[in-house]
């Protein structure tokens, strides 16, 4: 694999997950106050500002952040395809396939749906390994963490509650359906690319 394919494929996917994390801050109702949601906001800003006269709100979903996420997927799909692509990699995806693809949102909602599966695993793991270390300490890190995991974790905490009050298996149960989700999405690209 092409060395500069993969550094292009995470810049992208990191800078992504920038803008998704400031989706989930605001579905969070995070603290703006907390150092990195700060600084996720002055990142995001000079883009997502903008975007929002034209794209607003749907009450506490970001639209404008999570459109911009949509649309660096997009573009990563054409920049793969037209430089990084060999000849008979990029014969299977001929410009109708790749238009219907785009145009049914397959291609780029999967991607989006593949990079945001794996901001959540970094996200719940990287809990679950603060709460252990912090030792009850305040931690911006373990807050940040707590806030932008809550939305996610809160409907299935409603469900399933910690046990004894201190046990919360609810991230565990996020992580096994992430990877099994991961696995989906997997088998429908290889499908894809397959046909």
Known sequence: MNPVFTIVEYVINLFAMV???RVLLQLGSADFFNPIAQFIHKFTAPIINPLRTVLPD???FN???FSF???LITAKIFIFKYYFLSEADAAMLKPPVMLFLILVGLGPI???FM???NLLLILFIGLMIASFMSGGRYNPGLVFLAQVTRPILRPIQRIIPPLGGTIDLS???VLVGL???QGILYNFGVSLLGQ
Do not use: Q
Request: charged share 5%.
């Open 63 to 65: 639209l404008a952040g």
């Open 179 to 181: 990877f099994f989700l």
């Open 110 to 112: 999967s991607g989006l």
């Open 171 to 173: 991230p565990m149960i």
């Open 69 to 71: 996420a949509l649309v």
């Open 19 to 21: 803008f998704l994390l």
């Open 115 to 117: 990079v945001i599966s």
């Open 58 to 60: 749907l009450g506490k």
